[in-house]
């Protein structure tokens, strides 16, 4: 037994030191971040500390990323972004069409010409693009209160280091942004992002903060000609630094920009040779995550739109087109790269261009939702059905399936025998008065407090579903439950300790625990008030065995003790995450759900948490899975003898 204990710890250790190049949030690093041992991005002189870490992973999409700060005094001087994007092929087409509306298309940001770009040069053709723009921003408005709805809350982990360590960061910045993807260079997308502030490079004092009024406005910068020399030298750098970022993401020859008369080279002036070497040690990112994360929650809405879409367009007309056309007309001009000769007939499937008004009206205005995407109720009905029946105990499924294909009896007397089981099983009733009861009071509270442009019957349907998948373990979403009010969350966390039924495939406590807790303490009160009463404690009319509540009274100190354990030590290793982190991240693993909230919620994932982290949590999902006392006797000796 020591040699298979000894062996899963070592099993564990090998698959981290497998992992390509990982940091924790505090990590220092200078000259290079590292991706894996194909990518590397220069960094310039000196020392960066890594902010925050951020990963997704959606449809085959997985993404992973850095925000690295340099800091002076307690100030934020310069920052980083850099991000790594993994676009499989098995769904090439809907990305293909969706990371094109992200970058091209985005009303937010996108690389198009806007008011607060300074510059702006791109290459597209077919899937692939690269792109680099200047621009300036007012920081703590893209922090605080961004443009996308979709980005409020993003950033909270971020905040919370900040202010955590005491950290100010400029008013007002000025920056880069280096994107790049072709499915010729092994389908990655890399976006790195840079900014810097401007009195670290010698600016006079800005007067207006808010960006349309900026001195660094491409409107306005002509009225302040010290701020314009400072502008057109990030230009110079940026433009040095993107051709830097092609060499790094190994950019095809005819993919490169050509950015030359962007760079402006210095001619015997000391000085300002002197600022041009400063401004290229000090070059990336813009505003830490912000356009990446815009971009990339534009892209997850509009890959499940174009899903969805496909679906009911199919459902509608009975055709079943393989690929979506692009949503623009001159999308249809665009080939892909490695693909030329197959989307001819595959272009011929479905446009949303060709859908009625009527049904793209309907099917887009889903999307005006704060962190909806665009569901079908009848696919969330289905779904919420048989994770509900996922939750029951297998042996009443089972008496209910006997009585089913009893063909001996009438079907009268079929639907009755099923009724008495269903009403005499108490643990099963509690079951379904929790999801009800829990349902029920997170709409009320929805209703009451989101102020979004709802329909009850969205709300109800998110509800329904969030509180089963939740209670079940099953550990679908959606929608971005971690927007609802903290009520609600705070059900779901509930939601989440309990678990289903015994006998049943979900984590958590379990349902019959629950209720033999409560049972427990309903007697214990009345003996208060009756001394001497002889009180017997029932399950249905089974009398129940007193050792039966010993067990369970020992398993819940059990749970909660190894669920605070969890907690404390997740909050030991990962110190930026805040008290409420801590605890989903543990209860999640410990009940075996997956999606929390907080810093793991439905748009999250738990890659970017230390090799330690990801030990302890693996311990914990399996303690929940196999009940916690099973694992616990193998750390006995006594287990071992005859």
């Known amino acids: 037994m020591k040699k298979l204990i000894y062996s899963l710890v070592i099993y564990f250790l090998f698959i981290t030191i497998c992992f390509a190049k990982s940091y924790r949030i505090g990590d220092k690093i200078s000259d290079r971040i590292v991706f894996s041992h194909k990518y590397s991005f220069e960094l310039p002189k000196g020392e960066w500390i890594i902010a925050d870490r951020f990963s997704y992973y959606y449809y085959g999409l997985v993404s992973k990323g850095y925000d690295l700060l340099k800091i002076k005094n307690k100030k934020v001087i310069e920052g980083f972004s850099v991000a790594e994007l993994k676009l499989p092929a098995k769904w090439q087409g809907y990305l293909n069409a969706a990371m094109h509306e992200v970058v091209f298309k985005n009303k937010y940001d996108g690389c198009y010409d806007r008011p607060e770009y300074y510059v702006l040069e791109y290459f597209a053709k ?74 670290t490079l010698g600016a006079p004092r800005s007067n207006f903060v808010n960006e349309d009024r900026s001195e660094y406005h491409k409107y306005n910068i002509s009225s302040y000609p010290d701020h314009k020399i400072i502008m057109e030298k990030m230009v110079s750098i940026g433009a040095k630094r993107h051709k830097q970022f092609e060499l790094e993401v190994k950019a095809k020859d005819h993919h490169k920009l050509d950015l ?86 595959i272009n011929k499937g479905l446009s949303v261009s060709n859908m009625p008004n009527e049904k793209e009206e309907q099917l887009f205005g889903a999307l005006n939702l704060k962190g909806e995407i665009a569901h079908i109720t009848y696919v969330d009905i289905i779904v919420t059905f048989f994770m509900l029946i996922s939750g029951v105990n297998f042996v009443i499924l089972y008496y209910i399936f006997n009585h089913i294909k009893d063909n001996s009896k009438s079907i009268q007397s079929r639907i009755r025998n099923i009724y008495i089981l269903v009403r005499d099983n108490e643990e099963l009733k509690v079951y379904l008065f929790l999801i009800v009861s829990c ?204």
């Open 126 to 199: 077919g899937s692939s693009h690269n792109c680099f723009w200047i621009m300036h921003l007012d920081v703590y408005k893209e922090l605080n209160d961004p443009e996308d709805p979709e980005l409020r809350g993003v950033n909270t982990q971020f905040k919370a280091w900040l202010r955590n360590n005491k950290i100010e960061l400029p008013r007002v910045a000025i920056g880069s942004l280096h994107s790049y993807f072709s499915r010729l260079t092994g389908g990655k997308w890399f976006v790195v992002e840079h900014f810097i502030d401007p009195g």
């Open 260 to 345: 030359t008369h962007l760079i402006i080279e210095p001619l015997g002036d000391k000085k300002i040779e002197m600022n041009e070497d400063i401004i290229f040690q000090i070059n990336r990112l813009k505003n830490f995550r912000l356009i990446l994360r815009s971009q990339h929650n534009a892209y997850i809405n509009q890959l499940e739109m174009l899903h969805k879409l496909n679906f009911k367009y199919q459902r509608k007309h009975g055709v079943l087109p393989v690929q979506l056309n692009p949503l623009d007309s001159d999308m249809n001009s665009m080939e892909n790269d490695s693909n030329q000769s197959e989307e001819s007939d």
């Open 439 to 642: 349902s029920s009071l997170i709409l009320l509270n929805l209703v009451l407090e989101f102020n979004e442009n709802r329909t009850f019957n969205s709300n109800f349907s998110h509800t329904i579903f969030q509180t089963v998948s939740l209670l079940t373990g099953t550990g679908f979403t959606t929608t971005n439950y971690a927007l609802w009010p903290k009520m609600s969350i705070f059900v779901l966390l509930l939601i989440m300790f309990m678990g289903g039924c015994a006998g049943s495939t979900t984590g958590g406590m379990k349902t019959v625990r629950i209720m033999l807790l409560f049972k427990a303490l309903k007697r214990e009160l009345l003996l208060v008030i009756h001394p001497r009463a002889i009180i017997k404690l029932r399950i249905g009319k089974k009398v129940l065995d007193e050792s039966l509540f010993r067990n369970v009274g020992v398993f819940f100190f059990i749970f909660i003790i190894i669920f605070l354990f969890g907690s404390l030590v997740t909050l030991y290793l990962e110190p930026s995450l805040t008290l409420i982190d801590g605890i989903s991240i543990s209860l999640s693993c410990l009940a075996n759900i997956g999606p929390g909230v907080g810093a793991i919620g439905p748009s999250s994932t738990y890659y970017g948490f230390s090799d330690p982290t990801v030990l302890v949590l693996s311990f914990l999902m399996m303690l929940g899975r196999l009940e916690i006392i099973t694992v616990l006797l193998l750390f006995f000796p006594d287990t071992y003898r005859d």
